[in-house]
């Protein structure tokens, strides 16, 4: 079975502050690590080639030192890894991304399943993995806790969906985009050996020129989505007021402050 496990590279979050110092941190020089979600994905990828065989390949697009998330992969016990990686690609929203990593798919060839994560913690718009599976023109199958069934050979697969009101239970064909959440699995920690082959691994990197994009299809030049700035929100002052008294006189002062305050 050839599954193909995206990732990404996002900013340290567990660093951040509630300033605009902290904020700096999702720029260009700030800590970065690999997205959480993925690091849910990634075991689900290496779990299903323990169960059916196989090859994990983990993929990322992301500036040079993402190589560092790809590593992370071939450490917990995936078997090869690709970097996607050129200037032209800084300012990419998640459908230009998408476009990439869909040609970076078509390159490294035949696969059973791709599997991300639900969402990446500094976007979070959830767009990504979606947009891939239209652009392959394959199923895609999102906020999966459990896979019930796969069955590489006869192409099918049953995955348990944890959504706001429930479980679902729904059947695919094979190959398909599967987006993870976190109950799906505990990423396992790397084995010392995992982490010296990783250390020593020749992690192969592709320029847009190797997917067949111009420049000026990427990068901002192909964006849709721009954030043009990012600011903390201005702080408010809160003020507390105890009501005290008997519980019918306090019901009915808070309902009258209420109407008051147009909130009722």
């Given at each position: 079975?050839?599954?193909?496990?995206?990732?990404?590279?996002?900013?340290?979050?567990?660093r951040l502050t509630g300033s605009v110092d902290g904020l700096k941190l999702m720029g260009e020089s700030g800590p970065r690590t690999v997205n959480p979600w993925d690091e849910h994905a990634l075991e689900a990828a290496i779990q299903l080639k323990e169960a059916h065989g196989g090859r994990v390949t983990v993929l990322s697009m992301g500036r040079p030192e993402a190589v560092e998330a790809l590593k992370r992969g071939l450490a917990m016990g995936a078997d090869e890894a690709v970097l996607?990686?050129?200037?032209?690609?800084?300012?990419?929203?998640?459908?230009?991304?998408?476009?990439?990593?869909?040609?970076?798919?078509?390159?490294?060839?035949?696969?059973?399943?791709?599997?991300?994560?639900?969402?990446?913690?500094?976007?979070?718009?959830?767009?990504?993995?979606?947009?891939?599976?239209?652009?392959?023109?394959?199923?895609?199958?999102?906020?999966?806790?459990?896979?019930?069934?796969?069955?590489?050979?006869?192409?099918?697969?049953?995955?348990?969906?944890?959504?706001?009101?429930?479980?679902?239970?729904?059947?695919?064909?094979?190959?398909?985009?599967?987006?993870?959440?976190?109950?799906?699995?505990?990423?396992?920690?790397?084995?010392?050996?995992?982490?010296?082959?990783?250390?020593?691994?020749?992690?192969?990197?592709?320029?847009?020129?190797?997917?067949?994009?111009?420049?000026?299809?990427?990068?901002?030049?192909?964006?849709?989505?721009?954030?043009?700035?990012?600011?903390?929100?201005?702080?408010?002052?809160?003020?507390?007021?105890?009501?005290?008294?008997?519980?019918?006189?306090?019901?009915?002062?808070?309902?009258?402050?209420?109407?008051?305050?147009?909130?009722?």
């Amino acid at each position: 079975m050839k599954v193909i496990a995206l990732v990404k590279q996002v900013p340290d979050t567990a660093r951040l502050t509630g300033s605009v110092d902290g904020l700096k941190l999702m720029g260009e020089s700030g800590p970065r690590t690999v997205n959480p979600w993925d690091e849910h994905a990634l075991e689900a990828a290496i779990q299903l080639k323990e169960a059916h065989g196989g090859r994990v390949t983990v993929l990322s697009m992301g500036r040079p030192e993402a190589v560092e998330a790809l590593k992370r992969g071939l450490a917990m016990g995936a078997d090869e890894a690709v970097l996607v990686s050129d200037p032209a690609l800084e300012g990419s929203d998640s459908l230009v991304t998408a476009r990439v990593l869909a040609a970076a798919i078509r390159k490294v060839g035949a696969f059973d399943m791709v599997v991300a994560g639900r969402s990446a913690i500094d976007g979070n718009s959830a767009a990504t993995a979606v947009q891939v599976a239209a652009l392959l023109d394959i199923p895609q199958i999102s906020y999966v806790a459990r896979l019930e069934v796969v069955d590489a050979a006869a192409g099918k697969i049953a995955a348990v969906r944890l959504l706001e009101g429930g479980l679902e239970t729904v059947s695919s064909r094979l190959p398909a985009v599967v987006s993870v959440v976190k109950e799906i699995s505990e990423p396992r920690y790397p084995s010392f050996i995992g982490i010296r082959r990783a250390a020593s691994a020749q992690i192969p990197t592709w320029g847009i020129s190797e997917l067949g994009f111009e420049p000026d299809q990427v990068g901002e030049a192909g964006a849709q989505v721009r954030w043009p700035e990012v600011a903390v929100p201005e702080a408010r002052e809160v003020r507390v007021e105890m009501i005290e008294g008997p519980p019918e006189e306090a019901a009915r002062i808070l309902v009258n402050r209420l109407v008051a305050d147009g909130v009722i």
